[in-house]
């Protein structure tokens, strides 16, 4: 159980990609969690279709992603509305989507929050929230049964676009509303002439049919005449009549798995923390699945979030911290609905986008512009808003190889636990001492890389660093460069920013030394 008079330290609502993975991360911080879904149990819808680049390597990161590729397809696709972009040229050990259906993604992380020790409640939603200096009270719905009350000391709501966190917390959503209805569906296809078929373009909108699994298809329709009641539930034969009206004809549609409805919607949060409640994935942000990048940057928000949670949890780090979740993860979720709008509006029919399109796409063919589209889109690219010089500061650091006194290793495998990792790979004596401060909290791994440069996207390569504090999520806090006496002031700031001040009884050069 959690702290004296709790019921969990934090609560997580929802047991999608984004709240498991947030589970998975406080578990392995040490945190207990408590995941409440309002489901009574999994739907096998497959949603989400895979994982980018960026995804990928966080599950790396965490020593777990060879579950993943077992099951899933690494397919060298990927694109901007349509328009193919190159990724064999990024550097990553994997730059290219993993295809991978959410109903095993989330399987996979189940059985992995279960091996935690994660705890799950089924059939509980959340009903009220009250929170307090020190708590919050959760009120859960179980069905008939009366309401219960859990305390804990941190909500956070990863429930999906209509979050009841969100609008119990009163948060504001603000954004453009549905301009198109698009309608999904898993079904059988026994006369369609190829395997599959990607953005067909027609006079009213247009459709994709993408294979699945043997026998079945994905097909997804893009109508642009009207907007649905986003309440109306969407059915199969809505499905079949809009592939009736793009394609000519159902290729003789049949079986359905499951049907769903959408727009192109696009609303943030306008705050990510109220006090001790949290968003993260489609409670913080929706928008079109252009490039699929929606259950990508929850994920990611999930990463970004759980080690700063776990250190606040554990009183390691002040409450603040928590502030820099919103400031990191607010601008990156910013840029994918602008993205995002830009594809729907380059998906529109009509002689006028048939041009954009064609032009748009004669601009592909230069590596500037697949660079910056394929960085945006695998989530390679990004850099938070971290204070340093150096190039490597705020982004997500090179999986390079390293040597060290027990043997050979990369970057990412130091990362299995979530701690923070001070990588010296200059044996530096002002780098040990500063690290011995933070030894309780902060793994000091001294190596060399045989890489004089290091890849970093949308930089290119740079000097490989002397010393870098690398952060639970793989992004740089610190580095310093070759050359020069590493900037130890630099250093103690950094850490102490991201991981808390050092025990009084361990930092050097005060009275309790």
């Known amino acids: 159980m959690g702290h004296a008079g709790m019921d969990a330290d934090v609560v997580i609502a929802g047991a999608g990609p984004t709240g498991l993975m947030l589970a998975c991360e406080l578990r ?17 819808e497959s949603r989400a279709g895979g994982m980018h680049s960026r995804t990928l ?47 095993a993604i989330e399987r996979l992380l189940e059985e992995w929050a279960a091996e935690l020790g994660v705890r799950v409640s089924w059939s509980a939603e959340v009903s009220g929230i009250r929170q307090d200096g020190t708590c919050v009270e959760v009120e859960l719905s179980t069905g008939d049964a009366a309401p219960t009350t859990v305390r804990t000391r941190y909500l956070v709501g990863c429930d999906g676009g209509r979050s009841t966190v969100r609008k119990l917390s009163g948060v504001g ?3 453009t509303p549905a301009t198109m209805t698009a309608l999904l569906g898993d079904v059988e296809l026994p006369g369609l002439p190829e395997e599959y078929i990607f953005m067909r373009r027609c006079a009213g ?44 004809t159902d290729y003789g549609m049949r079986n359905p798995k499951w049907i769903s409805r959408f727009g192109d919607a696009a609303r943030q949060a306008s705050q990510y923390r109220v006090g001790r409640v949290l968003l993260a994935g489609d409670a913080a942000h929706i928008h079109y699945p252009a490039g699929g990048q929606g259950l990508n940057i929850g994920v990611q928000d999930a990463v970004n979030l759980g080690w700063k949670l776990a250190l606040v949890v554990r009183g390691r780090a002040p409450e603040s911290l928590l502030d820099s979740y919103h400031a990191e993860r607010h ?3 910013e840029r994918v609905l602008h993205n995002t709008r830009a594809q729907a509006a380059l998906a529109r029919p009509g002689a006028q986008t048939d041009a954009l399109r064609e032009l748009f796409g004669s601009l592909l063919v230069f590596d500037d512009v697949n660079q910056l589209l394929g960085g945006m889109i695998t989530g390679l690219d990004i850099r938070y808003p971290v204070d340093g010089d150096h190039p490597l500061t705020g982004r997500r650091v090179p999986d390079v190889d390293l040597k060290t006194p027990d043997g050979d290793t990369w970057i990412y495998a130091l990362l299995h636990a979530a701690h923070p990792v001070l990588l010296d790979l200059r044996g530096s004596v002002e780098v040990a001492a ?22 970093v996207p949308a930089v290119g390569e740079i000097p490989a660093p002397a010393a870098l504090l690398i952060r639970p999520d793989g992004h740089v806090a610190w580095a310093a460069a070759i050359g020069s006496a590493p900037d130890t002031s630099g250093l103690r ?9 050092a025990p009084r009884g361990r930092r050097k050069g005060t009275p309790d030394e």
Do not use: C, K, N
């Open 57 to 103: 390597e966080v599950l790396d990161q965490r020593g777990v992603l060879d579950r993943f590729l077992a099951v899933g397809e690494l397919t060298p696709v990927a694109h901007f509305s349509g328009l193919w972009l190159d990724l064999d040229g990024f550097e990553s050990r994997y730059p290219h989507p993993l295809m991978l259906p959410q109903s």
């Open 493 to 501: 700031t950094a850490l102490t920013t991201w991981f808390g001040p």
């Open 205 to 248: 909108g247009h459709f994709s049919a993408i294979a699945l699994e043997p026998g079945w298809h994905r097909v997804f329709t893009s109508e642009y005449d009207h907007v649905a009641d986003r309440d109306e539930p969407a059915t199969f034969e809505q499905l079949r009549d809009s592939l009736v009206r793009l394609a000519g």
């Open 28 to 44: 392995l911080s040490g945190v207990d969690v408590l995941v409440v879904e309002r489901l009574a149990e999994r739907t096998g």
């Open 331 to 333: 601008p990156v979720a």
């Open 434 to 455: 500063v690290a011995d401060d933070w030894a309780d909290r902060v793994d000091l791994v001294e190596a060399r890389s045989e890489d004089d440069q290091w890849p």
């Open 173 to 175: 959503f603000p954004g």
